[in-house]
């Protein structure tokens, strides 16, 4: 909403407020300053002047010379404007002068003329060029009347102010008016509000014998107030009004147009003007359109109607859309005589679905959308006449039609002075709620002990209790308001859960791994990039009805394209080394189609590539995690089948019967799809298990007493063999003094037959409570061995 | 023999100061004090003495064999102090060097930040509430108060699924969620993923993130979310930052607000950062409207309580000054090293 401060000043007197504090103040009160601008700012020694003669250019075909009478001497100014005349006044930009966009004037030359300065547009006075009058759209900006000769123009004008913008909530379209947010000021700073009259002086016939108007909709449309004028002359609108609209970011047309207008912004209230001999008949009925109705709307534009739509008829045909625009049959032309003023209500959805369906946004229809008071047509339609008569450009003829089959009581909202202080957390008094209501013009009656608040018939927000206290409390001040801490019976805490997603990223973090967040939607191309079958269970996906694009179009059902995206792009960026995780959700329905909410299930998921990262390096942050949350008794199975793996790089992490995760190596296709120019791996692990499994009640082990004794074992084995087989083997051999078995060396190659392996392990045998001797070791050592051989066919080397 | 061993004290002086490292110093010591030295063999002599001679040479001999003593271990203190000197200098290093780098993991700057806010709200006891990203129309708009045909519900601004089911706009369904599920007195914040209809660009992104907080109990004021809130802000942009609560409109709660804090940059002067006013938005806020406890079960004659709602991607933005959204969601590693 943009509020030219002069403008303001017609309705509240701000006498004494800095414009600072009128912006400082109005936002404490709910409405928030989007900026301010100053009309004419940088506009500097543009003067009033007058055309004294226009002479042909004798060195060119396109330009002018012009004599300017600018008071204290007369100017020689060349231009190429062809819309002056001479006799006519208009702003010279002197020599010295800046016009707008600090472009700066000088003397000078064109073609060999002297040239002393430059005649201005509107749009060098720093308009913008959608609010200029079509007949200035390309010219010099030619003034009404006389005025001063020389006086700068800005102040010949009146037109410098400031125009504050403000934002204006939903709730408060009552504010997206000159009137309202005059109402506003006045509350905020307790002062006198002035509103026009709409006095009409002299009134003349009855308007019965010029129109009458039906609703055959009353549903949606409760209320339409009508008044003729008659004896219309169509002229352009005086400066002061059209410097109005201008500057509330509207374009002047002509007299009744502009004066609509103006109203229009005074009150919130959207305005149509008929030319009356051209309604058949004189009879307005309001009613519902036919389906499929061609209507031409006043742009010049064919619209096909349907019968949800409201519509403003004559006795035979359509000749308005109700509250979206009028028609091209009943427009206003410059030899209108008589006009029908349409001041009504109109339902709010059916206009913004009208709108909506026609694709016709308008400020009438954006404004009936947020809701007009029915209270302020016959208001309103007496304003228009009253200017009408002021500014000479019509008849009003006497009396009003007002069609209001239903009007509306005042809404009466019960409060209590305990609630309304309980919630805002301050002790007011009845008569300091009274007081701050009364400044926005809600009256408190008295009904048996019972207090209520008149609403006033523009505030169609204000209906509850709770609507009140919001009232007192910006009345009041927020800022005024204390600061306390709420006395609650809580503790704060992690879940535990949470506090196990903590520590998984904690050790995800300290195994160097960053953490990254991708998009929830993918595209459904995902999963054939990482391989899946066309008959994986992950390919059943929550899809939107209106994504942004297919690669945003279904739930992610894998995090493993998402993680293998962000390698892809670091990798093309030339970054050497990356180790990333995300944990995040997938979607998996509980049906196709979608019914219901779909499974949110919680995923970790990890990307490697760098020289340094293989496998192994993959599965030691795996372990760390898993260490780090207390889930022990997991061993890694190889995993062959999984189509997005390396065939012979791949294990699926087992717990019990469960799967906890899938690692591996990319299947060289994935790599390839993915564009990745290094070998990359990914670990998938299905995060909420990882929560089941989670232990807290870690025990503390003994740090051991007695020194251990460490014997190395080298075996030789057929490659096949696994290092989980073995270490199997040679722990469920060692009895209890096997405190570990680490493998140490793995050696293929020279030496060693085809088809085997050399494997070596570090065994440490240990007692609790003695020393152990080497003797000790021996047997149990050899029975480890013959285990070894017995069962792998294994040779010690 | 009482000349002998002053050759001998002589002798070893002479031996000790030419002695070039400490092994032999050592060789010395065995050499005159040992079980067979020098000095030990005329002790063993002294039995052959007279009873007047003997203490008086057993005397010297003492004296000597002391004497000896504390020479080498002075020469031996010396040299050894000298050698490891020698040592220090011969291994000196350039400290400049590059160091040794164990790879560090880092987290995402905006869990960095989303962490700081929580410690806040944790510390307050507030506990932290989780929902579904995929969310029901009544849990993200009917519940809430949403009128019906509120623009924010259109297929141009929401992500829909099926008739019912729509992306979450808003972390506000967890609180329906929290207030269906448990009772007064409630204490939380809700962060998490939300989804709007927005193209991609520097300031917009389909997905984003929101933390909201709820209050609900007896006697909750707005005086209670001013200090709460004026907290917040305190805590995670500087114990110098100040509020400014201001009327706003929100259809979940009422008297609603929004919160202004002092620029963390100008200190409220008015610099680029802040467009001049010196203030900088971060939050909407509001006591939860009486239609919502309703709707929750919750009896607003009894309870009342206040909500508010944050946007972690603007304040991720503004605590780190990144300039660009997509920054976020692009995983850069070089970006998020930084953090």
Redesign the interface.
């Known amino acids: 909403m943009r509020v030219p401060v002069k403008w303001l000043k017609e309705y509240v007197n701000i006498e004494g407020i800095l414009e600072k504090e009128l912006v400082e103040k109005l936002?404490?009160?709910?409405s928030?300053n989007e900026g301010s601008y100053e009309i004419g700012e940088g506009v500097d020694k543009v003067v009033v002047g007058k055309i004294t003669k226009i002479i042909q250019h004798p060195n060119a075909d396109k330009l002018f010379v012009c004599t300017i009478d600018v008071g204290e001497e007369i100017l020689q100014i060349v231009t190429g404007a062809t819309n002056i005349r001479e006799q006519d006044y208009i702003p010279v930009a002197v020599h010295g002068a800046t016009i707008a966009g600090g472009i700066k004037i000088k003397k000078g030359k064109l073609r060999g003329e002297v040239s002393n300065g430059m005649l201005c547009s509107l749009e060098e006075m720093g308009f913008d060029k959608a609010c200029i009058p079509k007949e200035f759209d390309d010219g010099i900006f030619i003034l009404d009347k006389a005025y001063p000769l020389g006086m700068d123009i800005l102040e010949a004008l009146d037109i410098k102010d400031t125009v504050i913008e403000f934002e204006i909530?939903?709730?408060?379209s009552d504010c997206l008016s000159m009137i309202g947010m005059a109402r506003e000021t006045a509350a905020s700073f307790e002062r006198a509000l002035t509103l026009p009259m709409g006095k009409i002086n002299t009134q003349v016939d009855d308007i019965n014998d010029y129109a009458s108007v039906t609703i055959e909709a009353p549903d949606l449309c409760p209320r339409y107030v009508a008044k003729v004028v008659k004896e219309i002359k169509i002229e352009k609108s005086p400066v002061w009004l059209q410097m109005r609209l201008m500057n509330a970011g509207m374009r002047p047309i002509n007299n009744i147009v502009d004066i609509t207008n103006y109203v229009m912004l005074e009150y919130g209230q959207p305005i149509h003007a008929f030319d009356l001999d051209t309604v058949t008949d004189h009879k307005i009925i309001v009613r519902r359109a036919e389906n499929g109705e061609k209507f031409t709307t006043l742009d010049d534009k064919v619209r096909a109607l349907t019968g949800e739509m409201l519509v403003i008829a004559d006795a035979k045909r359509t000749v308005g859309i109700a509250g979206v625009m009028g028609g091209e049959n009943t427009e206003i032309s410059k030899t209108t005589q008589n006009i029908l003023i349409e001041v009504a209500s109109f339902d709010k959805?059916s206009i913004?679905k009208t709108s909506k369906d026609l694709g016709l946004r308008t400020e009438a229809s954006s404004r009936f959308e947020k809701g007009v008071s029915t209270g302020l047509p016959m208001i309103v339609v007496n304003r228009v006449c009253e200017l009408i008569e002021t500014l000479g450009a019509g008849t009003v003829i006497d009396g009003v039609i007002d069609v209001h089959p239903d009007p509306a009581e005042p809404v009466l909202i019960p409060y209590r002075v305990e609630k309304i202080s309980?919630?805002?957390?301050?002790t007011l008094t009845l008569d300091e709620i009274k007081n701050y209501l009364e400044l926005l013009d809600i009256q408190t009656i008295e009904k048996e002990g019972q207090y209520f608040a008149v609403a006033p018939y523009y505030r169609l927000d204000l209906q509850?209790e709770?609507?009140l206290?919001?009232e007192v409390?910006?009345i009041f001040g927020?800022?005024k308001?204390?600061?306390?801490?709420?006395?609650?019976?809580?503790?704060?805490?992690?879940?535990n859960a949470?506090l196990i997603e903590e520590q998984a990223?904690l050790e995800?973090?300290?195994?160097?791994?960053?953490?990254?967040?991708?998009?929830?939607?993918v595209s459904k191309k995902d999963l054939d990039k990482i391989n899946l079958s066309a008959n994986s269970m992950l390919r059943q996906q929550?899809?939107?009805?209106?994504?942004?694009g297919e690669e945003?179009s279904v739930?992610r059902t894998s995090l493993i394209p998402n993680v293998l995206d962000?390698l892809a792009?670091?990798n093309n960026?030339k970054?050497k080394q990356?180790?990333?995780?995300e944990m995040g959700?997938v979607?998996l329905p509980k049906e196709v189609?979608?019914?219901n909410?779909?499974i949110?299930k919680k995923m970790l998921t990890i990307g490697m590539y760098g020289e340094s990262e293989d496998f192994f390096t993959l599965k030691g942050a795996c372990e760390n995690i898993l260490n780090g949350l207390g889930i022990c008794d997991y061993y890694f199975e190889k995993e062959e089948n999984h189509p997005t793996f390396h065939t012979g790089r791949c294990a699926n992490i087992i717990w019990g019967t469960h799967i906890v995760g899938t690692l591996g190596e990319l299947h060289p296709h994935v790599q390839e799809n993915y564009d990745l120019q290094v070998r990359g791996y990914v670990a998938d692990l299905d995060f909420n298990l990882m929560i089941q499994l989670a232990k807290a009640d870690q025990k503390f082990t003994p740090i051991p007493k007695y020194p251990a004794i460490e014997r190395d074992i080298a075996i030789l084995v057929k490659d096949e063999i696994t290092a989980l087989q073995i270490e199997q083997i040679v722990l469920s051999n060692g009895g209890d003094l096997l405190e570990s078995a680490k493998m140490f060396d793995m050696y293929k190659g020279k030496q060693i037959p085809p088809g085997y392996k050399s494997v070596a392990y570090e065994l440490v045998f240990r007692a609790e409570d003695r020393t152990l001797v080497d003797e000790d070791v021996n047997s149990i050592f050899a029975h480890i061995l013959k285990a070894l051989e017995n069962e792998l066919e294994a040779q010690l080397r | 023999m009482k000349k002998l061993l002053e050759q001998l004290l002589e002798h070893a002086k002479s031996e000790i100061k030419q002695a070039p490292n400490l092994k032999a110093l050592e060789d010395i010591r065995i050499k005159f004090l040992g079980k067979k030295g020098e000095v030990t063999t005329i002790l063993k002599d002294m039995k052959n003495l007279s009873a007047e001679e003997r203490p008086l040479v057993g005397k010297i001999a003492n004296e000597v064999r002391a004497s000896i003593e504390e020479f080498l271990e002075d020469v031996k203190e010396d040299k050894k102090r000298l050698e490891i000197e020698a040592k220090l200098k011969s291994e000196t290093i350039d400290v400049t060097m590059p160091s040794k780098k164990t790879l560090r993991g880092h987290k995402h700057p905006l869990n960095t930040a989303l962490d700081e806010v929580k410690e806040i709200f944790l510390g307050m006891g507030f506990k932290i509430a989780e929902g579904p990203e995929v969310e029901s129309v009544y849990h993200n708009f009917d519940a809430l108060n949403a009128p019906i045909d509120h623009p924010s519900r259109s297929l141009s601004d929401t992500f829909y699924i099926t008739e019912d089911l729509l992306l979450r706009t808003q972390t506000s369904p967890i609180q329906v969620r929290t207030m269906k599920n448990s009772s007064p007195p409630i204490k939380i914040i809700a962060p998490g993923r939300c989804f709007r209809n927005d193209e991609i660009d520097a300031t917009h992104s389909p997905m984003f993130h929101q933390l909201e907080g709820l209050v609900i109990d007896k006697d909750i004021t707005m005086a209670d979310l001013k200090g709460t809130l004026d907290i917040f802000a305190k805590r995670l942009f500087g114990s110098q930052t100040r509020t400014k609560f201001r009327p706003h409109y929100f259809p979940f709660t009422e008297p609603s607000g929004e919160v202004d804090v002092s620029c963390f940059k100008c200190g409220g002067e008015g610099c680029r950062f802040c467009g001049g006013s010196g203030w900088i938005e971060i939050l909407g806020c509001g006591m939860v409207h009486p239609n919502v406890l309703k709707e929750c079960g919750i009896d607003p004659e009894v309870y009342n309580g206040f909500a508010f709602g944050m946007g972690l991607d603007r304040i991720t933005m503004m605590k780190y000054e990144i300039d660009d959204i997509r920054t976020l969601f692009e995983n850069d590693v070089r970006f998020i090293k930084q953090f």
């Open positions: 936002v404490l009160t709910g928030n909530t939903p709730n408060r959805s913004r309980k919630v805002i957390g301050e509850k709770i609507d206290v919001e409390a910006r927020y800022d308001i204390g600061m306390t801490l709420p006395k609650t019976d809580t503790w704060g805490a992690r879940t949470q990223k995800l973090l300290s195994s160097g791994i960053d953490e990254i967040l991708t998009y929830s939607f929550v899809e939107l009805i209106n994504p942004l945003y739930m962000v792009r670091n960026r970054v990356a180790r990333i995780f959700s979607f189609p979608v019914v909410l779909p949110e």
